[in-house]
């Protein structure tokens, strides 16, 4: 029994380790991908008013929307349709995405969120 814990205990680690977003892996995607040529400084500072702020945005969020405008519009209920960010994001493998929302999710920024649960 003790065995089986131990063994259940170290799968479920090595499996947070493997799915785990790099924070600092993200940085270094956000700054050669670009991005801050039109999400401003910090992802907070876009460069006209219909440019998303994004700093501080759930790592969730920020997730969903990425792939989506990779998946572009593929059916009228799923994928988002933006020339723009579909050729920005077409580059990156799911676990980029992940560390790109990680790390932008951690700025701090002016995007109201509601709770403190990040
Ligand atoms: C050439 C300008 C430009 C660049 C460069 C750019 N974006 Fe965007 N981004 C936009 C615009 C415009 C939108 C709003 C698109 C829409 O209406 O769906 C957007 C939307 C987004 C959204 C969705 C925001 C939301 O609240 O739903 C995310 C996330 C995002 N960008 C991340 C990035 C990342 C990460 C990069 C770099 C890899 C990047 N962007 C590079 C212009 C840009």
Redesign the pocket.
Known sequence: MKKFVLLAATSFLLAQVANAADIKKGEDL?NK???I???GAGMDKPIAP???K?AG?YQSY?FH??QQYQAKHQTPLYG?N?A??SG??AQYNTQDLQD?AAY?ASLKGDVYIRDEMH
Do not use: D, F, T
Request: aromatic share 4%; net charge positive.
């Open positions: 956000v991908g670009g991005c040529a039109c999400h219909n440019y998303p994004l945005q920020l929307a990425l988002r933006n723009i960010m920005m994001v790109i932008i």
